[in-house]
């Protein structure tokens, strides 16, 4: 088994998409992503899943909207840290 196949953190998908809804990759270059990516997933705790149909199924819909909430702050508090920071 290789974990980085089997196994991911459920936060780099909500990350995704974000940025996709606030269309990112249309303002910025891929260097800033990647580094902005990694600033806010260091702001998130973890949560390892095997399967999506897994948070699917068992994650409650206010946990869901919470992690949500969380990916929206550290993506606000990322942008701001990268902006004074590039």
């Known amino acids: 088994m290789k ?4 196994i991911h953190n459920y936060y780099e998908k909500l990350v995704d998409q974000h940025f996709a809804t606030l269309k ?14 990694c600033v806010v997933l260091n702001q998130l705790p973890t949560r390892y899943i095997r399967h999506e149909v897994d948070m699917a199924f068992y994650l409650p819909a206010s946990e869901r909207f919470e992690m949500e909430s969380n990916v929206k702050v550290a993506v606000a508090k990322a942008l701001e840290f990268m902006k004074e920071h590039t």
Do not use: G, H
């Open 3 to 6: 974990i980085s196949d089997d």
């Open 24 to 37: 990112l990759e249309e303002s910025y270059d891929a260097e800033f992503l990647a580094d902005l990516v």
